[in-house]
C-alpha cells in the first residue's frame, strides 16, 4: 500500500533553514513524479516545488524560488526539501505528494508543520 511519510519539520527563526524528507514506500514501481505543496492557516493549499524522478527536472513557486531546493535520492525512494532564509510567511504545512504519470496527483503524506518565528 502507498505510503508518504514527512519528517524535518518543526520550529525555525526567521533567516533560519529546515530540511523536510519525504520518503516513499510501499510502492513496486517508480513514481514520475514528487514534490510539496503547503497550507497556511486559512488559506488554500499551495504548490511549493516539484521534481521529475527520471530526469531531475525541478519547478518552483516564485516565492520560495532562490530559498528553498527540492532534492530526490531515488535509491532511497526519498525526496528533500531544502528550506533557506526562511520567513515568517513560510509557517504552513508541508504535504508531499507522489504522480505516477503526468496527470493528477495520486497519493499525498499527512503533512509535517513547520513555523517560522520572527
Known amino acids: 500500500q502507498e505510503q508518504l511519510v514527512e519528517s524535518g519539520g518543526g520550529l525555525a527563526q526567521a533567516g533560519g533553514s529546515l530540511k523536510l524528507s519525504c520518503v516513499d514506500s510501499?510502492?513496486?514501481?517508480?513514481?514520475?513524479?514528487m514534490g510539496w505543496f503547503r497550507q497556511a492557516p486559512g488559506k488554500e493549499r499551495e504548490f511549493v516545488a516539484s521534481?521529475?524522478?527520471?530526469?531531475?527536472?525541478?519547478y518552483y513557486t516564485d516565492s520560495v524560488q532562490g530559498r528553498f531546493t527540492i532534492s530526490r535520492d531515488n535509491a532511497k525512494n526519498t525526496i528533500y526539501l531544502t528550506m533557506n532564509s526562511l520567513k515568517p510567511e513560510d509557517t504552513a504545512v508541508y504535504y508531499c505528494?507522489?504522480?505516477?504519470?503526468?496527470?493528477?496527483?495520486?497519493?499525498w503524506g499527512k503533512g509535517t508543520l513547520v513555523t517560522v518565528s520572527s
Open positions: 510501499g510502492r513496486t514501481f517508480s513514481n514520475y513524479a
Open positions: 521534481i521529475k524522478l527520471s530526469a531531475g527536472n525541478t
Open positions: 505528494y507522489a504522480k505516477i504519470d503526468p496527470h493528477g496527483i495520486d497519493y
